[in-house]
Nanobody
Framework: QVQLVESGGGLVRPGGSLRLSCAAS????????MGWYRQAPGKERELVAQ???????KYADSVKDRFTISRENAKMMLNLQMNSLKPEDTAVYYC??????????WGIGTLVTVSS
């Protein structure tokens, strides 16, 4: 059974940094993409950053130049370095993996709160 477990969330002041990690375990076929999504209270879940098997990265406009997505293939780990955090970055952050059969896996999420 595939499991994705996020970690690294917490409370941080505006302008601060956090590093999220997502550890994947289980039998996942060839991965097409790995990504971070977030959902703020009362809003829809949105894409934050995505990395493809080719290494191509994609970011939401709202986080460009502040967030960096990376992966450690051998460890099946996905990371998100978040700098210059803003109150509007407050949300539950989810990890998502899609394999080449279009099978999709989600983590349970980790809460990030940006507040003074």
């Amino acid at each position: 059974q595939v499991q994705l477990v996020e970690s690294g969330g917490g409370l941080v002041r505006p302008g601060g940094s956090l590093r999220l990690s997502c550890a994947a375990s289980g039998n996942i076929l060839r991965i097409y993409s790995m990504g971070w999504y977030r959902q703020a209270p009362g809003k829809e879940r949105e894409l934050v950053a995505q990395i493809f098997e080719s290494g191509t990265r994609k970011y939401a406009d709202s986080v460009k130049d502040r967030f960096t997505i990376s992966r450690e293939n051998a460890k099946m780990m996905l990371n998100l370095q978040m700098n210059s955090l803003k109150p509007e970055d407050t949300a539950v952050y989810y990890c998502k993996i899609v394999d080449y059969t279009a099978r999709t896996y989600w983590g349970i999420g980790t809460l990030v709160t940006v507040s003074s």
